[in-house]
């Protein structure tokens, strides 16, 4: 699997979260407490961008249907039934960040 270069690290930080293409896919980056972590873009329940949600502590609400993630695991915490939002791999490089898709 490719690293692809998908963001500032600096830009992160300042946003704290923020939705990113990395390759075909569509990615969002969350900074939680200094670390980076990327997930799907799109809910899996209903292909919802999540990224017109709402971010907390650990947690991405999905705006559809109310559907909330756990973003480092990617587990349903709370909503309709559906697969486990996808994760991804980051590594930091040269003040970038990197997703592993």
């Given at each position: 699997?490719?690293?692809?270069?998908?963001?500032?690290?600096?830009?992160?930080?300042?946003?704290?979260?923020?939705?990113?293409?990395?390759g075909?896919?569509?990615?969002?980056?969350?900074?939680?407490?200094?670390s980076?972590?990327?997930?799907?873009?799109?809910?899996?329940?209903?292909?919802?961008?999540?990224?017109?949600?709402?971010?907390?502590?650990?947690m991405?609400?999905?705006?559809?249907h109310?559907?909330?993630?756990?973003?480092?695991?990617?587990a349903?915490?709370?909503?309709?039934?559906?697969?486990?939002?996808?994760?991804y791999p980051?590594?930091?490089?040269?003040?970038?960040?990197l997703?592993?898709?």
């Amino acid at each position: 699997m490719p690293w692809i270069d998908v963001a500032s690290r600096a830009t992160l930080a300042e946003r704290r979260w923020m939705e990113v293409a990395a390759g075909r896919k569509a990615v969002l980056l969350f900074d939680i407490a200094g670390s980076v972590h990327a997930t799907s873009a799109i809910c899996p329940h209903h292909a919802a961008f999540l990224s017109q949600g709402s971010f907390e502590a650990d947690m991405v609400d999905c705006p559809r249907h109310q559907g909330r993630f756990h973003i480092p695991t990617g587990a349903l915490l709370r909503g309709p039934a559906c697969p486990s939002l996808a994760v991804y791999p980051t590594k930091i490089e040269d003040g970038r960040v990197l997703v592993e898709i």
